[in-house]
C-alpha cells in the first residue's frame, strides 16, 4: 500500500475574519478622524493665533502655526498605522502567523497612541507643554477660544470616535490570541490519505546496473557457445548390390 502525503486544506474561523473586519473598522475611524482635523484645521490655527495675540513671549507669532501642523502631522501618522494594520488583516485572513505577530506589535503602539489622545483635550496638552514664558495666554484661555471658534460637537465626536477605535482594536488583538486562532496560525502537517480504490500504483524503480528483461514475442534463442559444429554423418553404402550391376542376375521367386 503506498501512502499519499498532502496537505490538509485549513479553514479559517469565524474569530479571525472578526478580527480582520474590526481592524478595516479601525481603519475607517481613522479616515474620518484625519477629515475632521483637515475640516477644522484653519479654525484652530486662528483660534491659537488670537490666543497668542498680543503675547511678548519669543516665537508666539509662530506657536499657533505649531500646534495646529502638529495635530495634523500626528493624525497623518495615526492613519498610516492604520493603513499598515488593514493590510496585516488581509495576511492574517490567509493563515500567516508572521502578520499576526507583526499586528500585535502595530497594535499595541496604537492603543498607547489613541489612548493618551483620550486621556486628555489634544489643545491643552499643546498648550501645556508649549514653553511659552511671560505674559503668555494660559491653558484655560486657550481652551476657550477653541471651543468658541470650533464647532460644538466637535469635542463629542472625537471622544466617541476615539472610543470606539480603542474597543475595536483592543478586541482585534484579543481575537488574534484565542486558542482556535492559534489552531488556524499554527503550521500544518502532511495528513496521510488512504490510496483511492481502484487507482493503479506506481512501478517499483529498477536498481542501477540491472539489465531490465525483455519481453520476446516467441521462444528465446540460445545463444551459441562458441564451440565448433560437427559435420553430418556420412551414409554407408547398402549390402545389397544392385540390381542393375552386370552378372548379376536375382533369384527367380517361381
Request: hydrophobic share 25%; no cysteine.
Given at each position: 500500500m503506498v501512502d499519499s502525503q498532502s496537505t490538509p486544506a485549513r479553514q479559517r474561523p469565524s474569530i479571525v475574519s472578526i478580527s480582520s473586519y474590526l481592524l478595516y473598522l479601525f481603519v475607517a475611524l481613522q479616515v474620518i478622524s484625519l477629515i475632521i482635523t483637515l475640516s477644522t484645521f484653519g479654525k484652530t490655527r486662528d483660534a491659537l493665533r488670537d490666543a497668542y495675540a498680543g503675547s511678548t513671549a519669543e516665537g508666539a507669532d509662530q506657536l499657533a502655526d505649531v500646534f495646529a501642523v502638529v495635530g495634523i502631522v500626528g493624525s497623518v501618522l495615526l492613519l498610516l498605522l492604520a493603513v499598515v494594520l488593514g493590510v496585516l488583516a488581509l495576511f492574517n485572513n490567509q493563515g500567516r502567523n508572521g502578520a499576526r505577530i507583526t499586528t500585535w506589535i502595530v497594535g499595541g503602539i496604537m492603543v498607547c497612541c489613541v489612548g493618551s489622545g483620550l486621556l486628555g483635550n489634544a489643545a491643552s496638552g499643546l498648550t501645556a507643554g508649549g514653553g511659552t514664558s511671560g505674559d503668555g495666554p494660559s491653558s484655560e484661555e486657550v481652551r476657550r477660544r477653541l471651543e468658541e471658534a470650533l464647532p460644538s460637537w466637535l469635542t463629542p465626536v472625537s471622544i466617541l470616535l476615539g472610543v470606539l477605535s480603542l474597543i475595536a482594536l483592543i478586541t482585534a488583538l484579543i481575537l488574534l490570541a484565542l486558542p482556535k486562532a492559534n489552531e488556524f496560525f499554527r503550521k500544518?502537517?502532511?495528513?496521510?490519505?488512504?490510496?483511492t480504490p481502484g487507482a493503479s500504483y506506481p512501478g517499483y524503480p529498477q536498481a542501477p546496473g540491472q539489465p531490465g528483461n525483455?519481453?520476446?514475442?516467441?521462444?528465446?534463442?540460445y545463444p551459441s557457445s562458441g564451440e565448433p559444429s560437427y559435420p553430418p554423418p556420412v551414409s554407408r553404402p547398402d549390402d545389397t548390390p544392385p540390381t542393375d550391376r552386370p552378372g548379376s542376375t536375382p533369384p527367380s521367386t517361381s
Open positions: 500544518p502537517t502532511a495528513a496521510w490519505e488512504p490510496p525483455p519481453q520476446a514475442s516467441g521462444e528465446p534463442g
